[in-house]
């Protein structure tokens, strides 16, 4: 028998470990495999009783980590976090499980998160109301109004289940909450009278967990429904990934921000594949690079594809855990605790033995945006205008209507490129104070020239944390945001996510009588197509200082390293340069108004909320008492769908057939619900008015609208009909019809649905509403190009079959028309993972026979799609666990 403990005796207490140095004397070149499978492998030492593993299981691993073989192996993080859009509808799915323990004669109080859930409320925040002082309180209590039902249903969940808490709204965003308060790197325990010390890892069900990777945790995005899987104690089950080094070199020039470096890593990533992949930052280059800039490049992993984009902990992270209020014992067991386990970098840390090795020179970066619909699609921002001319063939130069007036009335003119929406926005860009505070000093040298952006400008401030609002305030350039009319809207996701509330009436107007292209420009980190506005075509992301730059210019088809934003109080062209802070400026004010205390008064009673949180039914009880009449909440359909038989698919149809980089948003959209949709009609004719549809994200607790919902973005292009929305076409009538009209019509002849795609099918957000309405659907199959990992995983789990067609095939090649019935064949002989099916395509003209990938990558999918999907296995699992006495 292996002997994996060890105490560790820090400057502090006593602690015991699970010990890699021990593993490492017994396995050659264990010491070389990188960081994150380090971390990996310590889990396993961990967790080995609870997942059932032996000392030969561990040794086969860790020989597999030396050798980088490709294997299956089960991960069980620490803690999870989930926000309100995504967290609602998996505690909706915990609570109807209790029912129906209930039902089997089971106690219902067994059915509990097994590790700690923390929810942040941040993703039901709308831009109702912007540019004025009053517009925080008047936007959180239009969310209160709107949320009453889900916020109680919370805090009915926070008082009945065990392990489980909710941090209120108005409190910050679940990424910024998790960085700055809830993670701790190296987490303690006692265990049988003694201390034990592990770190900290995490799982989120938004895809943006990544960001904590930037603090040397390791933690990823995860669905809704792999989440509930984890809160009930299983394991996540992952191919064990190939890890891609990414050598940082050079030094960052003058002007160029986190923002610049996150948009060229991902559109660098992107263009080398590493979907799926664990991406580890290290060299030289990172010691230039803040702990808060290593988190702006982290958050936006899902963005380069990567799995995770991990920052080892080094003096950097020590520095800031010092900087965000940690005590001195904290950092003190961090670093010994880091060190002993030789997950500690330094310069003389050598360098780990990666798949492969990428090399970015910050030196090369240039001051950037992505856009108009891609993170991936960086552009210098001298290059803005005719990224914008290339991107909407339609417009040429001479038919942007702002170059042909005078400077003196541009402010005036909305045309073809102007900017509607100006947003400083999102934890990925709000938890860096180096940004906020460069935007804040180039406010206030704007207001200092006279500059103001135009008025019909919807201009929004939406703080990550408090911490934000606070330091702005106390070095006094809050002001200056203000009179610019970024006035603080609330803390939360607001346009980051697409709650941009409604824009000048006047401007929608002119908008849609003159067809214009106009422009978004935020601080997120995603600007796919319908995601911000629908009337919004052009969405780009910059950082906050470049936001508030563009907003001046009042348009993206502008050449800011040449072109002026504006005329002075004095009559005088002002060009960029001559408003843009220097980097002495900016530290100056960090060093000055950044402080431990103020992390520490911060967060001292994140918990408890404010008197409308307070106020709200405080009820503890086994069961939540379902309201029948509640447009918000309804019991989950997924326990009680019939048993189907595993087998072949036959005679399926083509629900719709869709292109390429098909996101989680163009399946399951988060915005304001349309009247005219089929969710808006449905809610109108259960007595909702039009002002009360609310928002696709704020609805996630009621199956009914969302299955309707599903595939509802108005910019979709479904290949089966001619124009954009939720339209597709039913065969073999050839009717054009609402999509969910279709699917129901097929489910009623019993005609089994699958879906065709392209690459990148499902990017995006970690949404689990985009595989469980899919499912809704009846759709059985989903054959693509390629698939983004969350979304792959959340088809897996809740029993669609995720297929990728194989040799390089696509629906192009093969021929295929979207009108051909479908056979799905091998399906009834053994499972196994990645097995190559065989598909028919039958049409008038004939047969074509290809082949797909079963893209169900581990044993555990497998046995989770025999057992009819996670919500049966993971009712089946209960009735044989919880085996209490009957009620």
């Given at each position: 028998?292996?002997?994996?403990?060890?105490?560790?005796?820090?400057?502090?207490?006593?602690?015991?470990?699970?010990?890699?140095?021990?593993?490492?004397?017994?396995?050659?070149?264990?010491?070389?495999?990188?960081?994150?499978?380090?971390?990996?492998?310590?889990?396993?030492?961990?967790?080995?009783?609870?997942?059932?593993?032996?000392?030969?299981?561990?040794?086969?691993?860790?020989?597999?980590?030396?050798?980088?073989?490709?294997?299956?192996?089960?991960?069980?993080?620490?803690?999870?976090?989930?926000?309100?859009?995504?967290?609602?509808?998996?505690?909706?799915?915990?609570?109807?499980?209790?029912?129906?323990?209930?039902?089997?004669?089971?106690?219902?109080?067994?059915?509990?998160?097994?590790?700690?859930?923390?929810?942040?409320?941040?993703?039901?925040?709308?831009?109702?109301?912007?540019?004025?002082?009053?517009?925080?309180?008047?936007?959180?209590?239009?969310?209160?109004?709107?949320?009453?039902?889900?916020?109680?249903?919370?805090?009915?969940?926070?008082?009945?289940?065990?392990?489980?808490?909710?941090?209120?709204?108005?409190?910050?965003?679940?990424?910024?909450?998790?960085?700055?308060?809830?993670?701790?790197?190296?987490?303690?325990?006692?265990?049988?009278?003694?201390?034990?010390?592990?770190?900290?890892?995490?799982?989120?069900?938004?895809?943006?967990?990544?960001?904590?990777?930037?603090?040397?945790?390791?933690?990823?995005?995860?669905?809704?429904?792999?989440?509930?899987?984890?809160?009930?104690?299983?394991?996540?089950?992952?191919?064990?990934?190939?890890?891609?080094?990414?050598?940082?070199?050079?030094?960052?020039?003058?002007?160029?921000?986190?923002?610049?470096?996150?948009?060229?890593?991902?559109?660098?990533?992107?263009?080398?594949?590493?979907?799926?992949?664990?991406?580890?930052?290290?060299?030289?280059?990172?010691?230039?690079?803040?702990?808060?800039?290593?988190?702006?490049?982290?958050?936006?992993?899902?963005?380069?594809?990567?799995?995770?984009?991990?920052?080892?902990?080094?003096?950097?992270?020590?520095?800031?855990?010092?900087?965000?209020?940690?005590?001195?014992?904290?950092?003190?067991?961090?670093?010994?605790?880091?060190?002993?386990?030789?997950?500690?970098?330094?310069?003389?840390?050598?360098?780990?033995?990666?798949?492969?090795?990428?090399?970015?020179?910050?030196?090369?970066?240039?001051?950037?945006?992505?856009?108009?619909?891609?993170?991936?699609?960086?552009?210098?921002?001298?290059?803005?205008?005719?990224?914008?001319?290339?991107?909407?063939?339609?417009?040429?130069?001479?038919?942007?209507?702002?170059?042909?007036?005078?400077?003196?009335?541009?402010?005036?003119?909305?045309?073809?490129?102007?900017?509607?929406?100006?947003?400083?926005?999102?934890?990925?860009?709000?938890?860096?104070?180096?940004?906020?505070?460069?935007?804040?000093?180039?406010?206030?040298?704007?207001?200092?020239?006279?500059?103001?952006?135009?008025?019909?400008?919807?201009?929004?401030?939406?703080?990550?944390?408090?911490?934000?609002?606070?330091?702005?305030?106390?070095?006094?350039?809050?002001?200056?945001?203000?009179?610019?009319?970024?006035?603080?809207?609330?803390?939360?996701?607001?346009?980051?996510?697409?709650?941009?509330?409604?824009?000048?009436?006047?401007?929608?107007?002119?908008?849609?009588?003159?067809?214009?292209?106009?422009?978004?420009?935020?601080?997120?980190?995603?600007?796919?197509?319908?995601?911000?506005?629908?009337?919004?075509?052009?969405?780009?992301?910059?950082?906050?200082?470049?936001?508030?730059?563009?907003?001046?210019a009042g348009t993206v088809a502008i050449d800011l390293s040449k072109e002026p934003l504006g005329i002075s109080n004095k009559g005088e062209k002002v060009y960029l340069k001559d408003i843009w802070p220097t980097a002495?400026?900016?530290?100056?004010?960090?060093?000055?108004?950044?402080?431990?205390?103020?992390?520490?008064?911060?967060?001292?009673?994140?918990?408890?909320?404010?008197?409308?949180?307070?106020?709200?039914?405080?009820?503890?009880?086994?069961?939540?008492?379902?309201?029948?009449?509640?447009?918000?909440?309804?019991?989950?359909?997924?326990?009680?769908?019939?048993?189907?038989?595993?087998?072949?698919?036959?005679?399926?149809?083509?629900?719709?057939?869709?292109?390429?980089?098909?996101?989680?948003?163009h399946i399951s959209p988060v915005g304001v619900i349309d009247p005219d949709g089929s969710a808006g009609q449905f809610l109108l004719h259960q007595g909702v008015t039009n002002t009360e549809l609310n928002t696709y994200?704020?609805?996630?607790?009621?199956?009914?609208?969302?299955?309707?919902?599903?595939?509802?973005?108005?910019?979709?292009?479904?290949?089966?009909?001619?124009?954009?929305?939720?339209?597709?076409?039913?065969?073999?009538?050839?009717?054009?019809?609402?999509?969910?009209?279709?699917?129901?019509?097929?489910?009623?002849?019993?005609?089994?649905?699958?879906?065709?795609?392209?690459?990148?099918?499902?990017?995006?957000?970690?949404?689990?509403?985009?595989?469980?309405?899919?499912?809704?659907?009846?759709?059985?199959?989903?054959?693509?190009?390629?698939?983004?990992?969350?979304?792959?995983?959340?088809?897996?789990?809740?029993?669609?079959?995720?297929?990728?067609?194989?040799?390089?095939?696509?629906?192009?090649?093969?021929?295929?028309?979207?009108?051909?019935?479908?056979?799905?064949?091998?399906?009834?002989?053994?499972?196994?993972?990645?097995?190559?099916?065989?598909?028919?395509?039958?049409?008038?003209?004939?047969?074509?026979?290809?082949?797909?990938?079963?893209?169900?990558?581990?044993?555990?999918?497998?046995?989770?799609?025999?057992?009819?999907?996670?919500?049966?296995?993971?009712?089946?699992?209960?009735?044989?666990?919880?085996?209490?006495?009957?009620?």
């Open positions: 028998m292996y002997v994996y403990e060890k105490t560790l005796k820090t400057s502090d207490l006593t602690v015991e470990i699970y010990s890699l140095n021990c593993l490492e004397k017994l396995i050659s070149g264990l010491e070389d495999i990188p960081f994150t499978k380090k971390l990996l492998l310590e889990s396993l030492l961990r967790n080995k009783h609870r997942m059932k593993l032996t000392d030969r299981d561990i040794f086969e691993i860790a020989t597999g980590f030396s050798s980088n073989k490709k294997m299956e192996i089960p991960f069980l993080p620490s803690r999870i976090i989930m926000q309100d859009a995504s967290g609602l509808p998996a505690l909706v799915d915990l609570a109807s499980l209790r029912n129906e323990m209930e039902e089997m004669g089971f106690d219902p109080q067994n059915i509990n998160p097994q590790i700690p859930v923390d929810l942040i409320i941040d993703h039901s925040l709308q831009v109702d109301y912007s540019g004025a002082s009053d517009a925080f309180e008047k936007n959180l209590e239009m969310e209160y109004s709107r949320n009453e039902e889900r916020y109680t249903f919370l805090k009915w969940a926070q008082q009945s289940f065990e392990n489980f808490r909710v941090v209120p709204p108005a409190s910050g965003i679940i990424h910024q909450v998790n960085l700055e308060y809830l993670s701790s790197i190296v987490k303690t325990d006692e265990k049988d009278g003694q201390c034990y010390a592990f770190p900290d890892s995490v799982i989120g069900t938004d895809s943006h967990t990544t960001m904590i990777n930037g603090l040397g945790v390791l933690g990823w995005g995860v669905g809704g429904v792999e989440a509930e899987a984890v809160m009930m104690g299983n394991p996540i089950n992952l191919i064990v990934p190939e890890v891609i080094g990414v050598k940082l070199i050079g030094r960052v020039k003058e002007g160029v921000t986190a923002t610049d470096i996150a948009l060229t890593v991902t559109e660098h990533l992107r263009h080398k594949n590493v979907i799926g992949k664990f991406v580890e930052f290290y060299g030289p280059g990172m010691m230039d690079l803040s702990l808060p800039d290593r988190t702006t490049i982290a958050n936006m992993a899902p963005e380069y594809g990567a799995t995770v984009g991990y920052f080892p902990v080094d003096q950097e992270t020590l520095h800031y855990l010092k900087a965000t209020g940690k005590d001195e014992k904290t950092v003190r067991l961090v670093e010994e605790y880091t060190k002993e386990q030789g997950i500690f970098y330094s310069e003389d840390t050598k360098e780990p033995l990666y798949s492969e090795v990428l090399e970015i020179n910050l030196a090369d970066i240039e001051v950037s945006i992505s856009g108009p619909s891609r993170p991936q699609d960086r552009v210098d921002y001298k290059n803005a205008k005719k990224s914008f001319l290339n991107a909407f063939s339609e417009i040429s130069e001479g038919n942007i209507d702002r170059l042909n007036v005078p400077m003196s009335e541009k402010k005036n003119i909305v045309g073809h490129g102007s900017i509607v929406i100006a947003a400083i926005t999102s934890c990925t860009n709000t938890s860096n104070p180096f940004n906020m505070l460069t935007a804040g000093l180039l406010a206030r040298n704007a207001v200092k020239k006279g500059l103001a952006p135009s008025s019909y400008i919807q201009k929004s401030l939406a703080p990550g944390s408090k911490v934000v609002s606070q330091y702005l305030q106390q070095s006094g350039l809050l002001s200056y945001f203000e009179q610019l009319g970024f006035y603080n809207i609330g803390y939360g996701c607001a346009v980051c996510v697409g709650n941009s509330g409604t824009i000048n009436p006047l401007v929608e107007k002119e908008i849609t009588e003159n067809n214009l292209i106009v422009a978004s420009i935020l601080s997120g980190n995603r600007n796919f197509e319908g995601r911000i506005h629908p009337l919004v075509k052009a969405n780009y992301l910059a950082s906050p200082p470049l936001v508030l730059a563009y907003a001046l002495d400026e900016v530290n100056e004010l960090i060093a000055n108004y950044i402080s431990p205390t103020l992390y520490k008064d911060t967060y001292e009673n994140v918990f408890a909320g404010d008197e409308r949180w307070k106020s709200l039914q405080d009820v503890k009880s086994p069961l939540y008492r379902w309201d029948s009449h509640s447009t918000y909440l309804k019991p989950s359909p997924f326990f009680k769908r019939s048993n189907e038989k595993i087998g072949n698919i036959k005679r399926a149809r083509a629900l719709v057939y869709l292109g390429n980089s098909i996101t989680t948003d994200g704020s609805r996630r607790g009621n199956y009914e609208v969302l299955v309707r919902g599903t595939f509802a973005n108005p910019m979709i292009q479904n290949k089966l009909v001619k124009q954009r929305g939720s339209i597709t076409k039913h065969f073999p009538s050839n009717e054009v019809t609402s999509i969910y009209e279709a699917s129901v019509r097929y489910q009623k002849e019993q005609i089994p649905l699958v879906i065709l795609a392209g690459n990148q099918y499902g990017a995006g957000s970690a949404r689990d509403w985009a595989a469980k309405g899919t499912l809704l659907l009846g759709v059985k199959a989903v054959i693509a190009e390629q698939f983004e990992r969350i979304h792959r995983s959340n088809l897996a789990m809740v029993g669609v079959l995720p297929l990728q067609f194989s040799d390089e095939h696509n629906c192009e090649r093969l021929g295929l028309n979207g009108d051909e019935e479908f056979n799905i064949l091998d399906l009834e002989s053994e499972l196994y993972p990645n097995k190559l099916l065989r598909v028919q395509a039958i049409s008038s003209d004939g047969m074509k026979e290809f082949q797909v990938i079963l893209r169900l990558d581990t044993t555990a999918e497998i046995d989770n799609y025999l057992q009819g999907g996670l919500f049966k296995k993971m009712l089946q699992t209960t009735k044989r666990v919880f085996t209490t006495s009957p009620l």
